[in-house]
């Protein structure tokens, strides 16, 4: 619960700046207010995106916990892609636990244009 509670005072601007070379839209969709951050713990369903880019749920889970509830949510749903993030989970890595809701199709398209 501890990461929960702190997630508002993360500097979400300073990260999704520090990963632009990574992910290079993730910094504008941040600026735009394309990407909702919210509690886990508070969602009472899973939402589609709607209009944002990409939603983030802060988990207080295991780090193994983490990763399996992507694995399976990104197998149960043909529509969003889940990935993971925690702190110490390589250089790009979130500064508290995530489980990241994105569009499959346009994650795809943004992938295939940076292969280019």
Known sequence: MEEERNHQSVNWYAYFKSIREQCPWSY?????GAIDIVNWADSDKLEPLGSYQARMYIVDY???IVEAMAQELDCDDLDCEW?????GYGEYATPVKV??????????AIRNRLSE
């Open 99 to 108: 489980l990241i809701q994105q569009d499959r199709k346009q994650l795809t």
């Open 28 to 32: 504008a969709a941040y600026l735009n």
């Open 83 to 87: 990935l993971f993030s925690y702190p």
């Open 62 to 64: 295991p780090d193994n």
